[in-house]
């Protein structure tokens, strides 16, 4: 899929791909000891594409929040 509710486009590069968009409410609903979290904001994991060929210490995506 592709991210939404975005407040600033998201340009990563081709390495990356979307993987998942999780806001607080979801967060909340599963443990509701970490609420507020996120603030209220939105969180976005991209994974490197060749994360499967990575070493085990290596980064394979990144995750960022946007807050509203």
Do not use: E, H, S, T
């Given at each position: 899929g592709r991210p939404y509710w975005l407040q600033d486009p998201i340009y990563e590069s081709p390495r990356y791909f979307f993987a998942a968009q999780v806001q607080e409410l979801n967060i909340r609903g599963i443990s509701p000891k970490h609420e507020g979290l996120?603030?209220?904001?939105?969180?976005?994991?991209?994974?490197?594409?060749?994360a499967k060929k990575l070493t085990e210490t290596a980064e394979a995506g990144y995750f960022f929040i946007q807050f509203t």
């Open positions: 996120f603030a209220d904001g939105m969180g976005y994991l991209f994974i490197d594409n060749r």
